[in-house]
């Protein structure tokens, strides 16, 4: 007998078989036939909402969001409370030292780091004694990969484990908080870390171990062993939930039910979004502690974030950011005539978020490294904090204001720039006369098309080439989170706010491009193990009546643009290998597959289509219905 809402959901989900971070989302199964950004948005509002109102699964059926998941808001209540006690305990014998490391892959690792960051520099705003970073982060392939996309690293259980080590063997007398992100409850890399923490060996200045994903356990990623007893990911989670039972003081699970995401798969967007929520609400709620206030309340927490969406999806934002979503796309359309979309922000902490929302473009929509890019705007890079200075030196798509050099690039009215405005109180003054520089520049020198999107407190002047996103209410609700809990808060608010905007811009770009079927990511990018069987099981799904050997062939004949293949079958790191930094092979298998043509004519029939991949497909499903 069932009792639970929780129960009943994950029942659901076990007997459909399919994981909850992997299913269509029926609210978006006709995304691609949006003709406007407005309309996207329309839709992106429905699944943002299921974060905190819950997935509706059936008329009878419908998931706890995390405003009604009582047991997730516990657990945030006891970490945060455990956090607390431990920062409070350093403050007042500075050799008490203590850690939170947050480590994940992609966009998990990276918001691993955006977290960690905010936390970390705002508490030594609080207790300038602090000489080093409570909070650390670990993102699979290394700082290179906060600002690009590094997919095969996820497959390395050892490495994961063994970074969590090396800090851990670096700060020997510290006792340390640990919270692996994998959104899918799928990522060996994580996977190795929990498996770290979960043997007594290393156990010793481990105090708490906690993941965040959102399936239900049973739906843990079964294939890929991850230690040498042959344990998948699966048997570890079953063993951490056991502890959890056990000792719920000391191990968490946190994995609300959120349901599937608005593009099938595309863990960067609700998934990502609700991971910050978990994070920010923990050490809010630390902060709160430190205060001495003891009545903060998640739910009321939680209130800010669905005022911010209700701001966001409001008539008039749409209006306004739907426009932007359909000039974006016009960039996509004509990247070869000088095209792209580039972010460009005042601050180094949200500049982060330009940059990985640009990233992240790569593995889902295969889109090349100048088709969407961040920027941070500084004078020179010098201004710039060490860590920038070296993404500027080292990451194609991370630029500072040396895109100055580099103005012919831009210089076609189809280049749309999006310039984000705050009042980032960790923004020199000497940046904010940089940016200003910077827009004149880019004014005078190029006919790009400029947006801004004001999440500052101040009203910003329309003129005739700067269009603003308006959108007042934000900094009332920016100020009264700051007043009743912290700035830090507010911060993370502000965080949250620039995340869905710039997922909605970059999403609903690509798809109004057509770089999605149904809500399929058709274009994904085939770097690691988890996106190669994805890839499998999309031409599964268009092309049902082939077996799933079938479908692979078709996805190995366009990873191998259509030679023999020569290596083992089941190499499959060697085919990553060879499909990474390739175009369009997931399109190619499939007009293959769907038509049975070779691989000369599947890259002639997409060419035809301006690249379009959906309406490539579409056309070739019709014409096969119809005979
Ligand atoms: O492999 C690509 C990817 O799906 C990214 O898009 C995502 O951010 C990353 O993997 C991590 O996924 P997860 O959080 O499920 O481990």
């Known amino acids: 007998m069932l009792n ?27 995304i691609d036939l949006a003709t406007s950004g407005e309309e996207i948005l329309n839709l992106l509002s429905e699944t943002d909402k299921e974060i905190f109102r819950g997935w509706v699964i059936s008329d009878n059926l419908k998931s706890d969001g995390l405003s009604n998941d009582f047991s997730i808001l516990k657990k945030i209540s006891i970490l945060s409370k455990l956090i607390y006690e431990k920062i409070h305990e350093q403050s007042k014998s500075p050799d008490k030292r203590f850690k939170i490391i947050l480590s994940g892959c992609g966009t998990s690792g990276r918001l691993a780091y955006l977290c960690s960051q905010t936390f970390s520099l705002f508490l030594k705003s609080i207790y300038p004694a602090l000489d080093y970073n409570v909070c650390d982060y670990i993102i699979a392939g290394g700082d290179y990969a906060l600002v690009n996309s590094v997919e095969s690293v996820e497959d390395k259980p050892k490495v994961g484990a063994q970074l969590l080590k090396n800090i851990l063997d670096e700060h020997p007398n510290t006792e340390c908080v640990y919270l692996g992100i994998t959104c899918g409850f799928s990522a060996p890399f994580v996977a190795g870390q929990i498996d770290f923490c979960l043997n007594k060996e290393n156990n010793r200045n481990i105090l708490a171990c906690g993941i965040i994903g959102f399936n239900p356990v049973e739906m843990t990623r079964k294939t890929s062993p991850i230690n040498e007893n042959n344990e998948n990911f699966y048997d570890l989670m079953k063993k951490l939930e056991n502890m959890e039972r056990q000792d719920p003081n000391k191990y968490f699970i946190f994995n609300p039910l959120i349901g599937p995401e608005p593009i099938t798969g595309s863990s960067r967007m609700k998934s990502g979004t609700t991971t910050k929520i978990l994070i920010d609400l923990i050490f809010t709620k630390a902060l ?18 669905e005022k911010i969406l209700n701001v966001l999806y409001a008539e008039n934002t749409k209006k306004n950011l739907g426009n932007i979503i359909d000039n974006s796309c016009e960039a996509l359309r004509n990247l070869k005539h000088g095209g792209s979309i580039n972010y460009l922000s005042d601050s180094e902490r949200l500049g982060l978020l330009c940059c990985v929302d640009a990233s992240e473009c790569l593995p889902t929509y295969g889109a090349g490294k100048n088709d969407i890019k961040g920027f941070v705007s500084a004078k020179n890079a010098k201004s710039l904090t ?5 993404f500027i030196k080292n990451c194609p798509t991370v630029w500072s204001q040396n895109i100055i050099d580099h103005l012919e690039n831009f ?9 984000i405005e705050s009042d980032d109180e960790f923004q020199s003054d000497q940046e904010i006369i940089d940016k200003e520089n910077l827009e004149k520049i880019l004014l005078e020198k190029t006919q790009c098309k400029i947006y801004k ?5 101040k009203n910003i002047e329309h003129t ?21 809990y912290s700035s830090y808060f507010s911060n993370c608010l502000q965080e949250f706010t620039l995340k869905l905007i710039l997922n909605a811009i970059s999403t609903g770009a690509h798809v109004l491009y057509g770089k999605t079927y149904e809500n399929i990511m058709i274009d994904v990018k085939v770097s690691n193990i988890k996106l190669y069987w994805r890839a ?60 049975g043509c070779n691989y000369s004519n599947a890259t ?5 289509s301006r690249n379009s991949v959906r309406n490539c497909i579409f056309k070739l499903k019709n014409k096969i219905q119809n005979k």
Request: charged share 30%; with cysteine; hydrophobic share 35%.
């Open 288 to 305: 709160v502690y430190l205060d001495k206030r003891e009545n903060s309340n998640e739910l009321e927490m939680l209130d800010f974030y």
């Open 604 to 608: 002639l029939l997409l060419d035809e």
């Open 386 to 390: 060490q860590k920038w200075q070296g």
């Open 453 to 457: 999107i004001n999440l500052s407190s």
């Open 536 to 595: 499998c099981g999309i031409l599964k799904k268009f092309c049902s009546e082939l077996n799933k050997e079938q479908c692979e062939d078709y996805l190995l004949a366009s990873i191998y643009s259509g030679e023999k293949l020569t290596n083992e079958k089941n190499d499959i790191e060697k085919h990553i290998e060879v499909a990474t930094g390739k175009e369009f092979i997931v399109p190619k298998a499939l007009i293959m597959a769907l038509t």
């Open 464 to 484: 005739n080439r700067i269009k603003v996103l308006e959108m007042n209410e934000l900094s009332i609700i920016y100020r009264e989170a700051s007043k009743m």
């Open 411 to 419: 210089n076609s009215d189809k280049c749309v720039f999006i310039l």
């Open 4 to 30: 639970s809402v929780r129960e009943k959901v994950e029942e659901f989900v076990v007997q459909n078989g399919i994981p909850v971070s992997e299913l269509p989302n029926k609210i978006t199964n006709n």
